[in-house]
């Protein structure tokens, strides 16, 4: 029999709980978006003359990057989070929206009150402000009320092992992991000597959490992963329970985390370095086998069609630049941009099935099902640009382009530099015009409002 890989929509508020969310990961990618068409553009030959604000570049990255990674992938996890819970403890979860919407609001509004200098740390980059600060820590206390929500009124996985009980079990291995990312930003910042300041401070505050964090959001990819397998009809040979032992795995690294803090100081090397190789490693315990199990069924399964399309063409691209991003992990020498060709394809990975996820979702949610040709279409031309946009970064990298600058910062001394740097900027471009293609496909079908008697249930 064919285990369904999906969860029943409740009925009740968690559903409106839920959109909520939706709404606001949505907005974060719209914000997102603004920012990136001035990133791409800041960084491109020749048109990067015309943008010599080295400030201004650097203080949109830092927006555009905690909008489209921090506040789209955690607010996509409240969306799964709500549909995994009980009823109990509603005004905690609606308090956790709260919280995070307004921490999202300032984040986009604070660059306008003034120079925001910018820091690049990694993870989360940070504008030196008072006002940005207080957006991280207000984003924060939601995000941590929704995670403590999410463990205290979780679903049970139930006796009788099925897939909507292996996809619970996976969110709650992704909350017990996030559970770690906020233990870990808390240790770390009372761990800190006084004495540690500017780009150091913010690099070693963020450097364990951040890295919790990524084993957070590929957890939740695997969940979405099963999801858009199995509503495209994909049959996969794993069952639900070894299914539930591949979570196990994607989760036993996270507790390495407390030993590494114990071990060494967190302003240490080894501190840095273990982190690296926990994520380098532990990170590919449960994703490749998993991913392999899940590509061998596509390669089995029949052509999709109809509302299917959408979904397979997110599953399949997700996968592709999971995968090229993963493979570019183990090239990295040295800092240059194949660190961001690195973590493009992996976060737009993960991206790739949270948009695939939101296809499905708005039926179910009781929106109006996604027009389905530009659907289809969409994942491919959003996939192909940031394809072309890493391998443009990993091209340059192998020539020494430093990340994190533009303009003559870049050093684009030669034709193979400037070849490559204008590929990542055709690719970012086209990129663009398919994160664009979501959002209008998705707003057509959320503006015009829930319908409750059509949910599915």
Known sequence: MHDEYVLA??????RRLAIAWLWLGIMALLGSGVFSVLLVLSRTPYIQDVFPWIDFFRTALVVHVDLSVLVWFLAFGGVLWSLNSTPRFMLLGWSALGFAALG??????????GPGNPLMSNYIPVLQTPLFTVALLGFGFGISLLILRSMTANSLVGKRMQGAGALRFGLNTAAVSAVMAVLAFTWSY??????????PYYELLFWGGGHMLQFTYTLLMLVAWLWLASVSGVRLPLSPRVVLVLFVFGLLAVFMAPLIYYSHAVVSAEHIKLFTWLMAYGGSLAPVPLGLAVFYGLLRSSPPSGPQAPLRSALWTSMILFGVGGGIG???EGINVTIPAHYHGSIVGVTLAFMGMTYDLLPRLGYARPSMRPARLQPYVYASGQLLHVIGLWWSGGYGVQRKVAGAEQGLDGLEKIAAMGLMGFGGLAAIVGGLMFLVIVLSAMVKGPRVQKAVE
């Open 330 to 332: 183990f090239l990295i």
């Open 104 to 113: 999202a609001a300032l984040m986009v509004v604070v660059p306008f009150f």
């Open 9 to 14: 929509v409740p009925p009740d508020s968690r």
């Open 190 to 199: 009372l761990a800190i000597p006084d004495s540690v300041t500017g780009k």
